[in-house]
């Protein structure tokens, strides 16, 4: 891929956001990964989504180093960066401060899958990582910030379950590109308010059971996924 | 009925659920049933509403075979397909994830008819059907489900109360055409929200008396009914 | 006022519901009355509001008998006559089935004036009707919905508190004219949102007192009132 | 600063509160100061947004007597001018009854710092005012409804925290000018709307600790702010 395609996506991506009412003002970024260069591509930092273009989206290095571009990158890019060296199979990362999702987050509890609109995506709970210490906030807090992402997901598939809350902060979701990074981010947002409602109409309500989170995960994302169209 | 009517009246139906809001993605499908062909047109798998066409609509028959169309039906085709074989008097059918409905869904519990809104539509509470087995999901899924729908019917009329909830899952609505299917399906989440809130304010609510429930439905949907136009 | 006139009135107060987002279909009629000739211009039933045409209007007298029109007028027709009959001040009625407002009046509870939203333009609460008995639901339905209106407000001045809650059912509300009757409807909803979550966050809270009700509801409609422009 | 240029200012800074969802009909109000000649521009009471032009911006003073203009200012201006007057800081003041933080109002509840959402523009929890005493609303009402701000704020920089619930009505923002202003205003509807989900998700949530707080507040605000362009 080149780092033109690279731009072009993650700035159609950043602009999905408000599309999905995912964002109020600059709230939110999404970045992007190109296996061959090792470059990220990333929102340039509290620039509104109406303004953005291509060639704006900087370009920085797994150590979040900026390689190309005059914009200061997303002040949450150490995030970003560590966990595309973690984890190869993730291509797009995005952050938001969705409503209900943040509200999980803040409640310091993970989403349970209660249905089959969230197995279809996460295989299994959407977790919430630990609070960060108050080392690790005063230390490189972004960096830190994707260490507890890492530490929480640890040597687990982060595609299986591909987004996590951040403790007192809000949600992260990644995907193999930064379009289906946005579209899982979508998924945590409706699944974070139907569990909220259904806590509501049912508290001591628990999670599905193993057969049907295989069923509904797999049925879209297994080897004989038989959902969508060839 | 031609079935090229009934592809434009599946596919007109299919996009009204976006003007409803009823859907995230393509989290969501309408058929219809052409009584005198005893055919089934339902929406591709996995496509965007706004890329269907009537060409695309799938024909299958009352065993879910695809008879007519290049695309892979709705992975729900087979819960639709059952639902026709076994009552007769549905001619569509609507199933979509819609948020309050499935946060009914999700806490396993039925929604009562706790007002007007829902007895000028629903003649009595819309059911939560129990959950599948661990055989019936690892078995024929989609056609089992269907089966749990018409376990929970049984011999009523399905017309009466043209919805359900499928436990741990969502609902899916009917009606005597694919669009009167839809309105069906947007009342259950109107209904849903509303039962939500009641609930909120009075958690010991009852549902209304026989009496207002035949009122309101019979004003509608009796032979005398005298809502609308002649 | 000439009937052509209360007819686009009535008309256009109808398409108000749409735009205003209190109405799912048609679940809503707005009329308005012509003191001169003792006439009231309604919604015809079961007609969508973009069809809606100031001919379309039906004409009806106070005890509900169609004067002009070739259409059925709302089936909540007898509601709305025998207010006006009632309560001469009323020249606009509302009725819709809006989401929060509906809420209360399926838990059976008045919503309470808990601040200064409310006290603007309910000298008190919004009260809740008793339930029709069987024999009222069985009789003249919609005439003796009008007749439990009135039993709650008696001899109070219905201005003073423009609007209802039916029990099991929905809202009412009404004003000088059938423009303020929907701005009152839309006042309705509001307050029964912001009652609803302020509940769920202090569900001791009581009412606002005396001196703070009348500050604001005679700052507003008051002889002294100095809101807006003389 | 021309008045010309402040009224283009808090004409557009009113219309902002329709583009972000912040009123119903004409329930919200901004203002904005000029520090050269002391004088304030706030929109006419009564008057809907999209009449609003900056010719029909009210010119006030310090005391809230007006010196340009043939409409009436906002009941509210006494409010604005005594804030103006205490705190030179503030150049842009925003009254609305935006439906998530009313509540909290109502509740007479302060909107804790749940998250980092929350602390990226308030140095702590968005504090509830006390009730005003009977006198006092029977008094110079808009007036000491300013003074119970003050009392809240005290000596504190309002800056910091730059929004404020008045008891039993509704929320009050301010900022470095009338568009900041409004900015802060969509914030403490946002953070309103979140804190009161997580609270229904973790009724024994508390707020966060004061590192993280430092650590987003002055990330966003503090000389060493790197948010954003420089």
């Not at 969705?98 to 899958?113: E, K, L, M, V, Y």
Request: aromatic residues 8%; charged residues 20%.
């Amino acid at each position: 891929m080149l780092l033109a395609e690279l731009r072009e996506q993650v700035c159609a991506a950043n602009k999905e956001l408000v599309t999905h009412g995912l964002v109020t003002f600059t709230w939110g970024n999404v970045s992007g990964f190109d296996e061959a260069s090792g470059l990220i591509a990333i929102k340039p930092s509290g620039v509104e989504y109406d303004q953005l273009t291509p060639e704006k989206m900087v370009i920085v290095d797994l150590e979040g180093n900026v390689v190309e571009g005059d914009l200061r990158p997303s002040s949450d890019t150490p995030t970003h960066a560590v966990l595309y060296k973690r984890y190869p199979q993730i291509k797009g990362i995005v952050h938001t401060h969705s409503s209900f999702a943040t509200a999980w987050a803040q409640a310091g509890r993970g989403i349970p899958a209660l249905g089959t609109t969230h197995a279809d995506y996460f295989y299994g709970e959407i977790p919430c990582a630990r609070a960060l210490t108050d080392e690790e906030i005063n230390g490189a807090y972004e960096l830190e910030t994707g260490h507890v992402i890492i530490e929480t997901i640890a040597d687990g598939d982060p595609m299986e379950v591909p987004g996590i809350l951040v403790r007192e902060h809000a949600p992260f979701a990644w995907g193999k590109d930064p379009h289906n990074a946005v579209h899982n981010a979508v998924v945590v947002e409706e699944v974070a308010k139907m569990a909220l409602h259904t806590m509501m109409l049912n508290p001591q309500v628990s999670s599905v059971n193993q057969t049907l989170l295989d069923k509904h995960y797999l049925r879209k994302h297994g080897k004989n996924a038989y959902y969508g169209q060839k």
